[in-house]
């Protein structure tokens, strides 16, 4: 059975950093593409950022340069490291995971395809004051 478990989040200020950690269950987390996901009070849910199997990544305009996606095969564990937070950061973040059967070839593109991940978190809540 796959599980995503984020915990991490909390309050910071502006120009402050936070790292998110995503504990997988149920399957080696490096085996498929995986993906950070942001939802902000009624707004629809964005991709962040994306990891292939070969460690390939792939983020948001928004994001890129200040963000870092990367896991750890020992500890089975996604995580999202944010530096330089912006207030329009502030958002409930999902960890996601496509299905065992999906191509990771895709990967990439997946970040701007929320449909394409079949497991997710419960979420943990990131808010970033000015």
């Known amino acids: 059975q796959v599980q995503l478990v984020e915990f991490g989040g909390g309050s910071v200020q502006a120009g402050g950093s936070l790292r998110l950690s995503c504990a997988v269950s149920g399957y080696r987390y490096s085996s498929r593409c995986m993906g950070w996901f942001r939802q902000a009070p009624e707004k629809v849910r964005e991709g962040v950022a994306v990891?292939?199997?070969?460690?390939?990544?792939n983020y948001a305009i928004s994001v890129k340069g200040r963000f870092t996606i990367s896991g750890d095969n020992a500890k089975n564990t996604l995580y999202l490291q944010m530096n330089s937070l912006k207030p329009e950061d502030t958002a409930m973040y999902y960890c996601?995971?496509?299905?065992?059967?999906?191509?990771?070839?895709?990967?990439?593109?997946?970040?701007?395809?929320?449909?394409?991940?079949?497991?997710w978190g419960q979420g943990t809540q990131v808010t970033v004051s000015s």
């Open positions: 990891i292939r199997p070969d460690g390939t990544t």
């Open positions: 996601a995971a496509v299905s065992g059967t999906l191509s990771s070839a895709g990967c990439a593109s997946y970040l701007y395809q929320r449909t394409a991940f079949e497991y």
